[in-house]
């Protein structure tokens, strides 16, 4: 035990191995479920209904804290690359690093961007506004999920360049984006957050079905009969 505690190595694995279990339980429940709100609310734009606008209200306070804790989980993390593994960024930071950056400064920025007029711009702005920064709000939850797909799958099969003098070159980004792991680690992810988002939210709503709250949540039992 005093031995794996003396460890540099083992230790920094452990703590990159904790903090990136504990982050992946959020990002993959958010992905998923700004697609069920862009659904919800496009069905509430298209029939009125009272029962779509309250589940997207409802939805959007969990997405949110969801959103919440995976940013605040999520940043030690990319801090740690630097941190814990410091001669594996100078090695592979030119491509690495700037898929990283593409995540933060393309995807993360266009979904909290428009994630404070999905929550709070009900009443204030008009609903097809609304709509359309939920569009953008899931657009830039899956942009994310992408380029961290893109540098997890280059990771297990690198492309477009090779290592020189102890350094990775990028020869080709289109190739090093799009290695040979990357569409199945997307697709892969894509379908994993669906799971994961539809199997909270049903079990959420089994929950106040059979406590008998939030009428929104029940089946119109005349279409049971």
């Not at 297990?156 to 070159?169: D, I, L, R, T, Y």
């Not at 992810?189 to 049903?202: D, K, N, P, R, W």
Request: hydrophobic fraction near 55%; proline fraction near 4%.
């Amino acid at each position: 035990m005093i031995e794996l505690l003396s460890n540099t190595v083992a230790l920094s694995r452990m703590q990159f191995a904790l903090t990136a279990i504990f982050h992946m339980l959020w990002p993959v429940l958010t992905t998923g479920m700004a697609i069920y709100l862009v659904i919800v609310e496009g069905l509430w734009l298209k029939t009125r209904n009272p029962d779509y606008y309250h589940h997207a209200r409802f939805w959007s306070k969990l997405y949110v804290l969801n959103f919440g804790i995976g940013v605040a989980s999520g940043l030690p993390m990319e801090f740690q690359f630097g941190t814990n593994w410091a001669p594996f960024s100078e090695a592979v930071g030119d491509f690495f690093g700037s898929i990283l950056g593409f995540e933060g400064a393309m995807a993360f920025m266009l979904e909290a961007g428009f994630l404070g007029i999905m929550l709070f711009g009900w009443g204030r702005v008009h609903p097809v506004i609304h709509y359309l920064a939920t569009i953008m709000v899931a657009f830039g939850a899956n942009l994310s999920t992408f380029w961290i797909l893109v540098a997890n799958s280059w990771l297990q099969s690198p492309a477009g360049g090779e290592m020189v003098n102890g350094k990775f070159v990028v020869s080709d980004y289109f190739q090093a984006i799009l290695n040979p792991f990357m569409v199945k680690s997307v697709s892969h992810m894509f379908f994993a957050t669906l799971e994961t988002s539809l199997f909270v939210i049903g079990g959420i709503s089994a929950w106040y079905i059979l406590n008998n709250r939030h009428e929104a949540f029940l089946p119109d039992r005349s279409k049971l009969c």
